[in-house]
């Protein structure tokens, strides 16, 4: 179960959940880190190395 943290919005987190649970069923693993990187990604603004971006684009396309 996806925790929703303390500084997070709500719709922040229903994003968060969404890709948590596409990840989850394929590799437990990686479900919270690129949960976590979407949002950053989507609120924030970050970067990140471009095979890491391309493997969430992927959940992200299921979206």
Do not use: C, F, W
Not at 29 to 41: E, F, M, P, Q
Not at 43 to 61: H, R, S, T, V
């Amino acid at each position: 179960m996806l925790k929703r943290q303390k500084h997070e919005l709500k719709e922040q987190y229903q994003d968060r959940k969404k890709i948590y649970e596409l990840v989850l069923k394929k590799n437990k693993d990686r479900a919270t880190v690129l949960s976590n990187i979407y949002v950053n990604i989507k609120y924030m603004g970050n970067k990140y190395p471009k095979e890491l971006e391309d493997e969430l684009n992927q959940y992200i396309a299921q979206l």
